[in-house]
């Protein structure tokens, strides 16, 4: 495996724009960065990577973290905000150790170390994509996004401009699940934007990235086998809105094949 130094990684983010004061949303798929040089093992190696982003935004800055917990729905399971695995992987878990604010979706939590943890984490509304959700809320903050390995389209705000736009290949649905904080149950009904799992489509990855490249609101870096990309994530927003506003079925290699007894589609 390819190796990269701390050095590298922390004046790729510097060049790319992160600063001093930013909120941003950490994206990461970090293997394949590759394997970062004098580390020894992956505490380590999560341990590094988070303070160095923390030391260029300093202490008026905020990182969050999409701590989802998918298996609350599959196994059928409560969710409590202090104690409930994240399923996002292993670097959401280790965030997880850290002083957070972590949002009460039983399914869709986000998690902030920061100034700004509490505001975007806290009060939040039932729907894990919509109105005051994190996302929402991470937006009039200016927050950043920054995918470490993986492509930016698959930052979660591909899916909030989705919801906003009503593309029809996914629908809200209510989650009843038992929400536990500081040992109280919170009587409220959770709602996640889901796509239809009987349809069959995915997202034309490399034509969106090449278009968030030519319109200058994507800046990127590759190393090893992946990207350090950075954009503003009001901006994409708008982008994804602006794809879909001419086109709902934009962001998708082909059009799902609707069952008009179905789905809402004509």
């Given at each position: ?122 009060n939040n509304s039932s729907h894990n994509f919509g109105y005051l959700s994190p996302y929402y809320k991470m937006m009039s903050l200016n ?124």
């Amino acid at each position: 495996m390819k190796s990269y130094s701390i050095t590298k990684f922390k004046k790729t983010l510097i060049n790319l724009g992160l600063k001093s004061n930013d909120n941003v949303l950490l994206v990461p798929e970090l293997f394949r960065l590759g394997k970062l040089e004098d580390v020894n093992n992956v505490e380590e190696y999560y341990s590094t990577i988070l303070n160095t982003i923390s030391k260029i935004i300093g202490p008026k800055g905020t990182i969050f973290v999409n701590t989802y917990t998918f298996d609350r729905s599959r196994l059928n399971k409560d969710f409590v905000n202090e104690t409930s695995v994240s399923t996002a992987g292993a670097f959401s878990n280790y965030f997880l150790k850290k002083r957070i604010v972590r949002s009460n979706h039983p399914l869709f939590s986000v998690s902030g170390l920061g100034k700004n943890a509490k505001t975007v984490c806290s009060n939040n509304s039932s729907h894990n994509f919509g109105y005051l959700s994190p996302y929402y809320k991470m937006m009039s903050l200016n927050t950043k996004i920054l995918c470490l390995g993986i492509e930016m389209i698959r930052n979660p705000f591909s899916h909030v401009a989705e919801y906003f736009m009503g593309v029809p290949y996914c629908y809200n649905k209510i989650f009843k699940k038992k929400v536990i904080k500081n040992n109280k149950v919170i009587n409220k009904k959770f709602v996640s934007f889901v796509k239809y799992l009987n349809l069959k489509f995915d997202w034309d990855v490399k034509k969106l990235e090449k278009l968030l490249i030519k319109k200058k609101i994507l800046k990127y870096k590759k190393i090893n086998s992946g990207n350090i990309s950075i954009c503003h994530s009001a901006k994409y927003f708008d982008f994804i809105c602006g794809i879909l506003s001419k086109d709902i079925h934009g962001l998708l290699k082909k059009k799902p094949n609707y069952n008009l007894n179905r789905y809402p589609y004509v």
